[in-house]
């Protein structure tokens, strides 16, 4: 079976593989496979990923949990939003009151003052300014808002 032929049903709550359902399990909610074949999902216990044969992935449990990209995914727990590596790995100490999905190795962020700027991928600020809001990297360009609501 290829991760990449997972489907979710409909109602979001199992995955579909040639239109059967697979892993025998009915989540609260889940999202679709993301490389290297890992999928967010949501029981009872909480969020955590798992691989494309319903294996979970970690121990740890979470709030909410996001596809990989970049090899991170964003999770949402009691602290704050932040990102983990494969293996539910923490990669960085900082949590945030958003996180975004990494692109060109790059990812948005907003801080607890709602202050939008990107960090790369051991979690480290990419520059020292602030934003109103920051966009995702594209082509090695991003686009920013600033504070006078101009866009850049």
């Known amino acids: 079976m290829n991760w990449k032929d ?24 889940v999202l679709k496979f993301h490389a290297p074949g890992i999928a967010p999902v949501l029981d009872k216990s909480g969020a955590y990923h798992i691989d494309y044969n319903g294996n979970e992935l970690y121990a740890e449990r979470y709030l909410r949990t996001f596809g990989f990209y970049c090899n991170r995914a964003s ?26 999905n990494f692109q060109e190795d790059i990812c948005a962020v907003r801080d607890q003052q709602n202050n939008y ?3 790369d991928l051991n979690g ?29």
């Open 6 to 29: 997972i489907k979710v049903s409909n109602d979001a709550t199992y995955f579909l593989f040639e239109g059967n359902k697979i892993f025998d399990i009915n989540y609260i909610e």
């Open 117 to 119: 700027f990107h960090i």
């Open 75 to 100: 999770v949402i727990s009691s602290e704050g939003w932040f990102h983990i590596d494969e293996k539910g790995k923490r990669l960085y100490q900082n949590h945030y009151n958003w996180t975004g």
């Open 124 to 152: 480290n600020r990419c520059y020292e300014d602030n934003y109103t809001y920051v966009g995702d990297f594209k082509d090695g360009i991003a686009c920013v808002k600033n504070k006078d609501g101009f866009f850049r």
